[in-house]
């Protein structure tokens, strides 16, 4: 609540202007039916066209006085509401902009999604809602009330009863409705989560035929959702008829007590009826006010774990700017991701001098990506010390720090545009020279230039248009462009076919000259003419060295090279 008060208040003018109209709109409700009791009392009773003519106007002046007052507060009122979407949506993805990868591991990325999306439209309708009548129910509830008891006072308990009776009705109907519709939201949630699962795993369900069981999930989740709907409708559906019959039983009785008043009376009546209405009316509008705030509630709980969300990284007060040239000291690291008891890595103590080519070779789950994600701070070290040309990274400019690192992700991941644009992420300035040469030593400069469009062909969202290994090499090429001290190449040739890779590894090592490499791989082929190879196994170093030295001491890399050598011996 103190989050949408804390929006509301940056538009309290508008607020205001809109409050100031929503009053006069209910003022002008209220006011024509008593018009209507003068017509019939006084007009129709006496057969005065003048008198009819006289108030008729009146009630027209008002109806567009009314008329004007609600096209403003609808205006001021979506205007507003529309805005705070606006501002608590910027604002939160500005927020997850800031936050480390370890917030958005906790904070889970879907459930962002559907923060900044589906929780801001509750508060959005929220405040719509309470912008459109929230001054007005109570207004005309109580005005319609007075109202009634001045128009006609005996028949007013009678009124009042009626009113009560149907106001219970409605909070009963509230209480036993809301729960229902609360289970249809998560069935929603539950569907939307099968369809998305199967979305970002087609081509696994495909490949294992498994289309029959994924259809049958979805299907069980779609019935679900629409037997929920039924018994929610439902009970929705007994209501309306139970409010139309308390109203129809309460006309009778109030035309039963004044049956043996005077004709004059007839108008007062009428407009003590419509009154009547009007208080329904509002009190089921205040019903639907406390329905969208109590969802509005609890989705702008979830907005504020976002946006108190505390960055896991800190930038230091005085960042330190040393020229980096690619030393890297990794000193008695240790690192466990957020949640898990398990560390990913331990006690790492390793030296990689600037201009090295450095292998890191292991099982998976070995802990390779972990280590080398630690360098471009996507994760801070748990125990220990990394130093960047000895200064703790800790304590430099972050900014600096991944314009000197550049990282090909195990996964490639592309954007939509053309494959220029995409390359560019890398470097925004560099021609297209520069874009050629770059493409050419990740050798992507060939197949982009069969393609129909070349540098400019488009890529669907997250290159799907492209092959596994295509992607991995404009990632490839990407990262090149920007001319890195350190460049970390996290298994970013697996998709490669054994020539293809040997051609980019040739024109990686022509091209490195001074700067540092990184290369992740699973295959001892690949990393074997690094100057020294890290061999991993359970997070732990296992050796560090060249081919030949870990061939001589290291048990795992011996395994590890017989494994695959000795298939390829098989198959040859
Ligand atoms: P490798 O790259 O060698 O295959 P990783 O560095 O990806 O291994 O993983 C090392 C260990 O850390 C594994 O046990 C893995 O399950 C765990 N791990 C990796 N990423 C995360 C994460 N985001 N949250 C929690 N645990 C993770
Ligand atoms: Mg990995």
């Given at each position: 609540?103190?989050?949408?008060?804390?929006?509301?208040?940056?538009?309290?003018?508008?607020?205001?202007?809109?409050?100031?109209?929503?009053?006069?709109?209910?003022?002008?409700?209220?006011?024509?039916?008593?018009?209507?009791?003068?017509?019939?009392d006084?007009?129709?009773?006496?057969?005065?066209?003048?008198?009819?003519?006289?108030?008729?106007?009146?009630?027209?002046?008002?109806?567009?006085?009314?008329?004007?007052?609600?096209?403003?507060?609808?205006?001021?009122?979506?205007?507003?509401?529309?805005?705070?979407?606006?501002?608590?949506?910027?604002?939160?993805?500005h927020?997850?902009?800031?936050?480390?990868?370890e917030?958005?591991?906790?904070?889970?990325?879907?459930?962002?999604?559907?923060?900044?999306?589906?929780?801001?439209?509750?508060?959005?309708?929220?405040?719509?809602?309470?912008?459109?009548?929230?001054?007005?129910?109570?207004?005309?509830?109580?005005?319609?009330?007075?109202?009634?008891?001045?128009?006609?006072?005996?028949?007013?308990?009678?009124?009042?009863?009626?009113?009560?009776?149907?106001?219970?009705?409605?909070?009963?109907?509230?209480?036993?409705?809301?729960?229902k519709?609360?289970?249809?939201?998560?069935?929603?949630?539950?569907l939307?989560?099968?369809?998305?699962?199967?979305?970002?795993?087609?081509?696994?369900v495909?490949?294992?035929?498994?289309?029959?069981?994924?259809?049958?999930?979805?299907?069980?989740?779609?019935?679900?959702?629409?037997?929920?709907?039924?018994?929610?409708?439902?009970?929705m559906?007994?209501?309306?008829?139970?409010?139309?019959?308390?109203?129809?039983f309460?006309?009778?009785?109030?035309?039963?007590?004044?049956?043996?008043?005077?004709?004059?009376?007839?108008?007062?009546?009428?407009?003590?009826?419509n009154?009547?209405?009007?208080?329904?009316?509002?009190?089921?509008?205040?019903?639907?006010?406390?329905?969208?705030?109590?969802?509005?509630?609890?989705?702008?709980?979830?907005?504020?774990?976002?946006?108190?969300?505390k960055?896991?990284?800190?930038?230091?007060?005085?960042?330190?700017?040393?020229?980096?040239r690619?030393?890297?000291r990794?000193?008695?690291?240790?690192?466990?991701?957020?949640?898990?008891?398990?560390?990913?890595?331990?006690?790492?103590?390793?030296?990689?001098r600037?201009?090295?080519?450095?292998?890191?070779?292991?099982?998976?789950?070995?802990?390779?990506?972990?280590?080398?994600?630690?360098?471009?701070?996507?994760?801070?070290?748990?125990?220990?010390?990394?130093l960047?040309?000895?200064?703790?990274?800790?304590?430099?400019?972050?900014?600096?720090?991944?314009?000197?690192?550049?990282?090909?992700?195990?996964?490639?991941?592309?954007?939509?545009?053309?494959?220029?644009?995409?390359?560019?992420?890398?470097?925004?300035?560099?021609?297209?020279?520069?874009?050629?040469?770059?493409?050419?030593?990740?050798?992507?400069?060939?197949?982009?230039?069969?393609?129909?469009?070349?540098?400019?062909?488009?890529?669907?969202?997250?290159?799907?248009?492209?092959?596994?290994?295509?992607?991995?090499?404009?990632?490839?090429?990407?990262?090149?462009?920007?001319?890195?001290?350190?460049?970390?190449?996290?298994?970013?040739?697996?998709?490669?076919?054994?020539?293809?890779?040997?051609?980019?590894?040739?024109?990686?090592?022509?091209?490195?000259?001074?700067?540092?490499?990184?290369?992740?791989?699973?295959?001892?082929?690949?990393?074997?003419?690094?100057?020294?190879?890290?061999?991993?196994?359970?997070?732990?170093?296992?050796?560090?060295?060249?081919h030949?030295?870990?061939?001589?001491?290291?048990?795992?890399?011996?395994?590890?090279?017989?494994?695959?050598?000795?298939?390829?011996d098989?198959?040859?």
């Amino acid at each position: 609540m103190k989050l949408i008060l804390h929006y509301l208040y940056r538009h309290i003018a508008v607020f205001l202007f809109s409050t100031f109209f929503l009053t006069m709109e209910a003022i002008a409700d209220l006011l024509q039916p008593t018009f209507m009791s003068f017509i019939v009392d006084k007009g129709v009773a006496n057969a005065s066209i003048n008198t009819i003519l006289f108030y008729g106007a009146i009630m027209l002046g008002i109806a567009g006085i009314g008329a004007i007052s609600a096209v403003m507060r609808n205006n001021f009122a979506s205007r507003t509401s529309q805005t705070i979407g606006k501002e608590l949506r910027k604002d939160m993805y500005h927020k997850v902009q800031q936050l480390s990868l370890e917030n958005i591991d906790r904070l889970q990325p879907a459930s962002i999604i559907t923060r900044i999306t589906n929780d801001v439209t509750q508060v959005q309708e929220f405040v719509n809602s309470i912008m459109r009548m929230m001054i007005k129910a109570p207004i005309t509830c109580i005005g319609a009330i007075v109202l009634i008891i001045l128009q006609t006072p005996k028949q007013a308990p009678v009124i009042i009863a009626i009113t009560a009776v149907v106001a219970l009705l409605t909070f009963g109907n509230i209480k036993i409705g809301y729960p229902k519709f609360g289970t249809v939201q998560k069935r929603l949630d539950r569907l939307n989560g099968v369809a998305r699962e199967f979305l970002s795993s087609v081509r696994v369900v495909k490949a294992f035929n498994a289309e029959d069981r994924e259809t049958q999930k979805f299907d069980t989740a779609s019935l679900d959702l629409a037997s929920a709907n039924v018994a929610a409708l439902r009970v929705m559906a007994c209501f309306a008829p139970l409010v139309n019959l308390t109203v129809n039983f309460g006309i009778v009785i109030l035309l039963w007590i004044s049956r043996n008043h005077e004709a004059a009376h007839i108008g007062k009546l009428m407009a003590s009826i419509n009154y009547m209405t009007q208080v329904l009316f509002a009190v089921s509008m205040i019903f639907n006010i406390i329905n969208t705030a109590v969802r509005a509630m609890a989705s702008s709980e979830r907005i504020q774990e976002v946006l108190n969300e505390k960055p896991a990284q800190v930038q230091p007060a005085d960042p330190l700017a040393p020229e980096i040239r690619g030393d890297i000291r990794f000193e008695n690291v240790s690192f466990a991701y957020a949640g898990t008891g398990k560390a990913a890595l331990q006690n790492i103590n390793i030296h990689i001098r600037a201009g090295e080519t450095i292998g890191i070779i292991g099982p998976t789950g070995s802990g390779k990506t972990t280590l080398v994600n630690l360098i471009p701070r996507f994760y801070d070290v748990t125990e220990g010390r990394l130093l960047l040309d000895s200064c703790d990274v800790t304590q430099i400019d972050i900014k600096l720090i991944r314009s000197a690192v550049a990282v090909v992700p195990q996964k490639p991941l592309l954007f939509s545009g053309s494959i220029r644009d995409n390359l560019r992420w890398g470097n925004e300035t560099a021609d297209d020279a520069e874009i050629r040469e770059a493409a050419s030593i990740a050798c992507a400069d060939s197949f982009i230039r069969e393609t129909e469009h070349g540098y400019d062909t488009q890529l669907g969202q997250a290159g799907v248009n492209l092959s596994g290994g295509q992607k991995q090499r404009l990632s490839l090429a990407r990262a090149l462009l920007r001319k890195p001290r350190i460049l970390i190449l996290d298994d970013c040739t697996s998709a490669l076919d054994a020539q293809t890779e040997a051609a980019v590894l040739n024109g990686l090592h022509n091209m490195c000259g001074e700067m540092t490499v990184l290369l992740i791989s699973q295959r001892i082929y690949t990393v074997r003419r690094a100057d020294r190879i890290l061999c991993l196994a359970d997070g732990m170093v296992q050796g560090f060295g060249s081919h030949e030295e870990l061939m001589a001491s290291c048990k795992t890399y011996q395994a590890i090279y017989e494994s695959q050598i000795g298939s390829e011996d098989n198959v040859s």
